[in-house]
């Protein structure tokens, strides 16, 4: 009987599913409404520009321009940690269209950011139709303007060679460092390909920096006569600015600054995380080259600076590096890269005339940065993040971080000076947040009114809206739950609620 009843259960719920007076679910994707098109379209640019570091303040200003053009109804955005979320207000007592997306991790190039704004412009002109901007999204993601691999990986080299061109003049130095660059970057690009986390890419090729240089040491002990007087610290240095380089500092403070802060914590968890990768790596490396009879000599101050006019060219060399490297736009680069020379010798400035130490000077270096990345970033219409990440690499404190590893080495717990170790460490640290404060409150200068009304208008829509719906006085809980925290954007004055959803979309 159990069987039959079973049997019977199953072949009616076969038939109430199959039969003609049940709605087949329309697959997403056919059939869209322009609205929910615009909303798509919306998080796929904020998609986009997150994922090459935009600051999250910035990226739901440029997404209400697109849903304040194409949608009818406003739109509430928010961005937690890799989430994007996005609420089409319907009414307080209407349930929300509301869309979720994860930010997909992807390659930095700028040229992408900078095509999306110009877009974005365009759309906020009312000059481009919804089917012809996603057309032209849909073509700067699969053709996205791009360096060829070539190029890139010798911006890489670039870089560690202008690193390098800071402490010595010596070209056999120089060159050797352009080659160790290059070597990094195919090491780095066939580990991605492979699917490694950052944080293992991060250690490995910080282990094969630290390995190489132990063996170009080597080889100048055995006589070879290019390598002599190299001093293997240069390598090592070059390869760390190389690496903390790319990592989305800046960024990271800009969105604790601005109250984002689940997106902060998430993006320096990823610094700190990449970070760590660095010094584990060259603590591998070092391991290794000891157990194979090879070291570097642990010396608390194994580099010495080369001539100022030299440090600010290297500056602006190491600079243009890393705006190939990360796809830069083509007529900023040499601009770039005098704005790191300019960073530079403002540090040296405060630092040898003012006396100044390392810490505010690095800060102050930074806040120039800052303030003509944001000027700059208006005539070229691209994020200030990429001209602020790239002016900001010469100072970097590769050198100060590898002092203190060495030390931290070279005098274990228990030892007089293992605190030494701690407090090189703690600078390095210090340092780096004075950086990206600095910079980050000289794109504020830069821009002060373009700022306020960003972080204005970005609730705006939906304090409005809501004004719409419900007067101050309402006793609604949720509609008092709703105007919580945007009441002082309402003025005193009674307002009827619209009698139905035409009002609204009006």
């Not at 949720?478 to 979309?505: C, I, Q, W, Y």
């Amino acid at each position: 009987m159990r069987l039959f009843s079973w049997f019977r259960r199953k072949k009616d719920t076969e038939a109430d599913v199959t039969g003609v007076g049940v709605t087949t679910i329309e697959k997403f994707g056919e059939g869209l409404t322009p609205n929910l098109r615009a909303l798509r379209f919306a998080m796929t640019v904020s998609d986009l520009m997150l994922s090459m570091g935009v600051a999250a303040n910035s990226v739901v200003s440029r997404a209400l321009d697109i849903t304040e053009t194409y949608c009818t109804r406003p739109v509430h955005i928010d961005i937690a940690s890799n989430l994007i979320m996005f609420s089409q207000l319907r009414g307080v007592e209407k349930e929300p269209l509301t869309l979720i997306r994860p930010v997909t991790g992807r390659d930095v190039n700028y040229m992408v950011p900078r095509n999306v704004q110009n877009l974005i412009h365009e759309i906020r002109k009312g000059n481009i139709s919804l089917d012809d901007a996603e057309a032209r999204l849909d073509e700067i993601i699969q053709k996205p303007r791009a360096y060829p691999w070539w190029l890139v990986m010798t911006g890489n080299g670039v870089l560690v060679s202008g690193v390098s061109l800071m402490f010595t003049s010596s070209w056999q130095a120089i060159l050797t460092a352009f080659v160790i660059g290059i070597a990094v970057d195919r090491l780095v690009f066939y580990l991605t390909k492979r699917t490694y986390p950052a944080f293992f890419r991060q250690v490995i090729a910080a282990a094969f920096v630290t390995v190489t240089a132990a063996a170009l040491n080597q080889l100048a002990k055995y006589g070879v006569s290019f390598f002599a007087d190299m001093n293997p610290t240069l390598i090592v240095v070059g390869g760390i600015v190389m690496l903390v380089a790319g990592l989305a500092f800046v960024g990271s403070i800009q969105d604790a600054i601005e109250e984002y802060y689940l997106t902060a914590n998430a993006r320096l968890t990823r610094v700190f995380l990449q970070t760590t990768g660095i010094v584990v790596g060259i603590m591998v490396g070092l391991y290794i080259a000891r157990k194979f009879g090879v070291g570097i000599a642990v010396s608390p101050d194994p580099l010495t600076l080369n001539i100022v006019q030299m440090q600010i060219l290297g500056a602006g060399v190491a600079t243009i590096g890393y705006a190939i490297a990360t796809h830069t736009y083509a007529k900023a680069i040499l601009w770039i890269g005098a704005i790191g020379a300019a960073g530079l010798a403002i540090f040296y400035e405060s630092n040898n005339l003012y006396g100044i130490s390392s810490v505010p000077a690095s800060g102050i270096a930074a806040i120039f940065v800052g303030i003509v990345a944001a000027l700059m970033s208006r005539f070229w219409r691209t994020p200030s993040v990429g001209i602020i990440s790239a002016g900001i690499v010469p100072l970097v404190p590769g050198l100060m971080l590898y002092n203190g590893l060495m030390q931290l080495i070279n005098y274990p717990p228990g030892d007089p000076l293992f605190f030494k170790a701690l407090g090189t460490l703690f600078t390095v640290g210090s340092v780096g947040l004075a950086i990206a404060a600095g910079a980050t409150l000289g794109s504020l200068i830069g821009r002060p009114m373009h700022q306020r009304l960003t972080r204005t208008r970005n609730v705006a829509s939906f304090a409005n809206f809501m004004k719409k719906q419900v007067e101050l006085s309402h006793r609604s809980k949720l509609a008092r739950m709703a105007l919580s925290g945007h009441h002082l954007l309402f003025s005193r004055r009674k307002t009827t609620p619209p009698a139905n959803d035409a009002d609204v979309e009006q």
